[in-house]
């Protein structure tokens, strides 16, 4: 057999190939020390080891077999797949809402290059069609590509980029906007779309997915129908994160942009609203209000587009016995603005204090949120905290860190008045601090409690 066969497969993986004479792409029954395993052989990314061999088995998934537990190998029949999304011509329609889709990257219907590892996004309307045909039922679609990055390398240059691409198309009449976006920053630019896109008079929809379209239990297809939807005939006017709801496929949830957070590293289920319900839920038929205030839909072309951000500003997650030289570091190097994830009602320990005093005379401006996400900071119960406000640290109510960090950023972009940074900070915008949390928007499922235990087995589909 010759090598082009056993795409990228080398060293002892592709001996053992050769050895079984099972090809790439042939159906192959695995027998090993760890039991039988039936699948397709697939290639191996050019980066990896060559100690495994990739098998899809049935189910759709991937595994990888250890070729040291491989007793022997039987290549039943072989067909090459073709992984090559199919595009087809975009069905347009003049009673449909037109929707314009801004790609940054992420796996929204997207299929996965085994050549290399990567995942490789269908983007264009044919692909999208192509992928998901119920997409036309609800939505004329445009689209196109501002970045292809994953998203922890998505920042302050790109959300100005992203702000300013969301104006130009609410003025040429775009009934709504949504934005493909990875999953593990989403939130950051929700937070920051919301402060830099305001009252717009379209909803402005991010959506992403956990699992790429090449799993069989992908997100990937459901909430590109749900985003559309919300974007194109939606009545909430605001930024929001639109993504899987409860663990069943029944609807998805839209999270308003500067309360919502990532809270599982793979649960599709991932994103919930802190502090606060989610604005709605969303299926290809419909919303659902469950928040009854919100920003509606209007017909005029009018938005502010505020594209500011400097990035001397940083986070700084407290943990016991912190020393001050950590702070002192950041005044040293120009940052302007800090935002302290406290503990409890927001607190340090009393070593930071001499830096805090330094950094309020620097000009740095210092506000507190908390590690415990849920709840307020409430500085003025103990003397720890009153020390602290006297020293200018600010607390923000119950306004998220990674949202703080975001606001204090787009702030300082416009004004380096401590003053005027204060009432920019302590003013709410798009709910980022409310007055009060719901009763039901704290919940904490504890696995093991009976009752917690009968509820799941009830609702878990």
Request: aromatic share 10%; proline share 5%; with cysteine.
């Amino acid at each position: 057999m010759s090598d082009d066969i056993f795409q990228g497969y080398q060293g002892a993986a592709l001996k053992i190939l050769k050895k079984y004479n099972v090809r790439v792409w042939g159906q192959a029954k695995i027998n090993t020390t760890r039991g039988t395993f039936k699948g397709t052989v697939l290639p191996r990314a050019e980066n990896d080891d060559d100690q495994h061999i990739v098998l899809k088995i049935e189910t759709g998934y991937n595994i990888g077999i250890d070729i040291l537990t491989i007793q022997k190998m039987v290549e039943s029949g072989y067909q090459k797949a073709n992984y090559k999304i199919p595009e087809k011509e975009f069905p347009y329609s003049d009673d449909k809402p037109n929707v314009k889709l801004f790609g940054t990257g992420g796996t929204i219907a997207s299929r996965l290059d085994y050549r290399t590892g990567a995942v490789i996004p269908a983007f264009s309307p044919g692909e999208l069609y192509g992928a998901v045909p119920e997409l036309a039922d609800i939505c004329n679609i445009d689209t196109e590509k501002l970045f292809a990055v994953f998203s922890e390398n998505m920042g302050p240059d790109q959300y100005k980029i992203l702000a300013k691409s969301i104006g130009k198309e609410i003025a040429n009449g775009a009934d709504g906007i949504m934005i493909g976006h990875g999953t593990d920053t989403l939130h950051h630019t929700a937070a920051a779309l919301s402060y830099m896109v305001q009252d717009s008079p379209i909803p402005i929809i991010l959506v992403g997915s956990q699992r790429s379209s090449d799993r069989p239990s992908s997100d990937a297809a459901l909430n590109l129908i749900h985003a559309s939807y919300a974007a194109g005939h939606g009545d909430i006017a605001e930024t929001l994160v639109c993504m899987f709801g409860p663990t069943s496929d029944e609807y998805g949830f839209l999270h308003r942009g500067t309360r919502v957070r990532k809270m599982h590293s793979s649960y599709r289920s991932t994103f919930r609203t802190i502090g606060d319900t989610p604005v709605a839920t969303v299926t290809s038929r419909g919303l659902k209000h469950i928040k009854q205030e919100y920003q509606h839909r209007r017909k005029d072309k009018q938005v502010k587009i505020i594209p500011a951000f400097s990035e001397k500003v940083t986070m700084l997650y407290y943990y016991p016995h912190m020393q001050p030289e950590i702070m002192d570091t950041l005044i040293d190097a120009g940052y302007k603005g800090i935002i302290i994830v406290g503990t409890g009602l927001g607190h340090v320990n009393r070593e930071l204090y001499p830096a805090l005093e330094r950094a309020k005379e620097a000009g740095v401006s210092i506000f507190m949120t908390l590690q415990t996400l849920w709840g307020y900071s409430h500085m003025f119960v103990y003397d720890t905290g009153r020390d602290m406000m006297a020293l200018g640290v600010i607390p923000l109510g119950n306004m998220l860190p990674e949202v703080a960090w975001v606001k204090l950023g787009w702030t300082l972009g416009q004004t380096e008045d401590m003053e005027k940074i204060k009432q920019i900070m302590l003013t709410p915008i798009n709910d980022d601090i409310t007055e009060r949390e719901p009763y039901n928007g704290y919940l904490v499922y504890q696995g093991g409690v009976p009752e917690v235990e009968g509820f799941v087995r009830n609702f878990r589909k």
